[in-house]
């Protein structure tokens, strides 16, 4: 079964609370949280005040996206605001494992990004660091942009590195994803699958919701 993390960059900001229900109770898994900085990414989004604003409201796995530059500044701030997963893009650390054993420490799980244009082999010295590998299949900065086929590859290649490293890691993808590109996902490997504007630009996030399990259960 996959899992579904709706993205609330494509929520309404001024009805944040409401969407975030709306999709739990459509039986969301994670909720995606996209953290952009302004730097590492041209857009500014989220910070630790509106995951901890949110919290006490919601049990959904929080599942929060560091877009951001110099992302060990920011792991205590969210893990203190209630993140359970805490993923870094690969691009911004330099050195992804002290990063990655630092999330752990603090009592969150650790996830790593890559960029569309970033390889897999920057986590092939890291087995056992590292619980769920976020594939971006849009250059990360904005929602509602379309899918690069060219990631599929990278998919199916970690999974087959995944699989060679043992232990129970997953693999997210990230941008573009909706009905039409689900079948193509899951079948390279993918287990969740982030969705804002499919979601929430949708007449009625729960059957958008349903749409793409359908979708899913054909890939
Ligand atoms: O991290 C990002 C964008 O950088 C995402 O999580 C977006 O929110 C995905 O949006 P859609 O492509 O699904 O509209
Ligand atoms: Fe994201």
């Known amino acids: 079964m996959v899992k579904i993390a709706p993205s609330i960059l494509s929520a309404d900001f001024a009805r ?21 900085d302004g730097h590492f990414v041209p857009n500014i989004t989220i910070g630790p005040a509106v995951v901890a604003a949110l919290r006490p409201h919601s049990r959904l796995v929080f599942d929060v996206h560091l877009m951001i530059e110099e992302p060990d500044r920011y792991i205590d701030p969210f893990i203190q605001a209630g993140a359970d997963l805490i993923t870094v893009h690969a691009e911004t650390c330099r050195h992804l494992h002290r990063t990655l054993n630092c999330i752990r420490e603090k ?43 060219q990631t599929l590859p990278k998919i199916k290649d970690l999974q087959r590195m995944i699989g060679e490293m043992g232990g129970n890691v997953e693999i997210e993808v ?29 007449p009625d996030p729960a059957t958008a919701i349903r749409e793409i399990r359908e979708a899913a259960q054909r890939g």
């Open 16 to 36: 944040l609370l409401e969407d975030v229900r709306r999709v739990e109770e459509a039986g969301a898994d994670y909720l995606h949280i996209d953290v952009m």
């Open 107 to 149: 009592g969150g799980r650790a996830g790593v990004a890559l960029n569309p244009a970033t390889g897999p082999e920057v986590l092939q010295y890291l087995p056992g660091l590292f619980d769920l590998v976020l594939v971006m299949t849009v250059n990360p900065g904005f929602g509602g942009q379309a899918f690069i086929p």
């Open 174 to 202: 990230d941008g573009g994803i909706g009905p039409s590109t689900v079948p193509l996902v899951v079948q390279a490997g993918a287990g969740v699958l982030v969705a804002g504007s499919a979601i929430f630009n949708a």
